[in-house]
């Protein structure tokens, strides 16, 4: 996989999951009192951690849009 796709998949993701936190259904999911209290704040999380991993490919996919990025050598 190229790093651009993995940067759209990454964003592809990133949208969905916005859609869904602001989705009145959500929204009222989890302001019910019967439901785990960090309920909101795991998907804030994983919109918070996606945009880290955008941030980190970016640089990567302006640099090489043309080109594979080869994996680092250990």
Same mark, same amino acid.
Request: with cysteine; hydrophobic share 45%; charged share 25%.
């Given at each position: 996989m ?13 949208? @969905? ?5 602001q989705?009145p ?14 309920? @909101? ?34």
């Amino acid at each position: 996989m190229k790093t651009i796709e993995m940067l759209e998949q990454f964003n592809e993701c990133y949208v @969905k999951i916005q859609a869904i936190a602001q989705d009145p259904a959500w929204i009222a999911l989890a302001n019910r009192q019967d439901v785990d209290p960090e309920m @909101k704040t795991h998907l804030g999380d994983v919109l918070h951690y996606l945009g880290e991993a955008m941030g980190c490919l970016e640089p990567f996919v302006e640099l090489k849009a043309d080109q594979e990025v080869q994996p680092f050598a250990s």
